[in-house]
């Protein structure tokens, strides 16, 4: 799907490319931050934090700015935003709808939909074929604590290891961790818009995802070996 095809030997890593950019660029429009991703040669990880009281902060023509950038906009909200006169029934059906929109911009499935939508189309239409793309719907799991967040950032910056796609953090291409130690930042600060740092120091945090990759995990056959020097 992402990777090198055994059969025909066609390269595909430039769908890689698609998948993270529509993280990223679907950050700067929903409500929702990526802590942490990882592209693979089939599938691919995500670390999302949703941020509610940001969406609720959005006036009314924030909320359809935003929708603007993914969809159309239906007939009477299209003419609130270019403020045309309306009559109190269409306002009061234009502020069901900006609910409706809102609620959809801090929604994991609508995130992922506009991700794997795209990816599904694109690859369709370079493929010249239709049909189903993805195996199925994406799983999700809640992280209730900072520990939690924290694992699961690591455990997905390191699965290109993991799998023997590379041998060291700086050379996992399509992740997180490649990302942040090639933009040379002081601070671990999520993907999008969100005004908090994550609250961990970076070279703790590389320092952590070095440590748990040099550990010898039975279920997987990729580590960081030991005679390579820290990543700091």
């Known amino acids: 799907m992402f990777g090198d095809d055994k059969c025909s030997g066609v390269n595909y890593d430039h769908r890689r490319e698609w998948i993270r950019d529509k993280i990223i660029s679907q950050t700067d429009v929903f409500a929702i931050d990526?802590?942490?991703?990882a592209v693979m040669s089939n599938h691919y990880h995500v670390v999302l934090f949703v941020d509610e009281n940001k969406a609720k902060d959005?006036?009314?023509?924030?909320?359809?700015?935003?929708?603007?950038?993914?969809?159309?906009?239906?007939?009477?909200?299209?003419?609130?935003?270019?403020?045309?006169s309306l009559t109190k029934a269409e306002l009061d059906a234009i502020y069901v709808n900006i609910e409706l929109y809102r609620d959809r911009l801090m929604d994991i499935s609508c995130f992922m939909r506009?991700?794997?939508?795209?990816?599904?189309?694109?690859?369709n239409a370079e493929d010249n074929c239709k049909g189903r793309f993805w195996d199925g719907r994406f799983k999700s799991q809640a992280l209730l604590d900072e520990q939690a967040v924290l694992t699961c950032m690591a455990y997905v910056d390191l699965n290109p290891i993991r799998v023997n796609m590379a041998q060291t953090p700086e050379e996992s291409d399509f992740t997180s961790i490649q990302e942040r130690i090639e933009n040379k930042k002081t601070v671990l600060k999520s993907f999008g818009?969100?005004?908090?740092?994550?609250?961990?120091?970076?070279?703790?945090?590389?320092?952590?995802?070095?440590?748990?990759?040099?550990?010898?995990?039975?279920?997987?056959?990729?580590?960081?070996?030991?005679?390579?020097?820290n990543i700091l």
Do not use: M
């Not at 990526?34 to 991703?37: F, L, P």
């Not at 359809?64 to 007939?75: F, G, I, P």
């Open 34 to 37: 990526c802590c942490a991703y």
């Open 114 to 123: 506009g991700i794997n939508e795209s990816v599904a189309r694109r690859s």
């Open 193 to 229: 818009n969100h005004n908090e740092d994550i609250p961990f120091a970076l070279d703790d945090y590389l320092a952590l995802v070095d440590c748990t990759g040099r550990a010898i995990i039975n279920d997987y056959k990729g580590y960081i070996p030991d005679e390579l020097p």
């Open 58 to 84: 959005w006036d009314n023509r924030e909320v359809l700015r935003r929708w603007k950038q993914l969809y159309s906009l239906s007939y009477l909200t299209q003419k609130y935003y270019n403020k045309e």
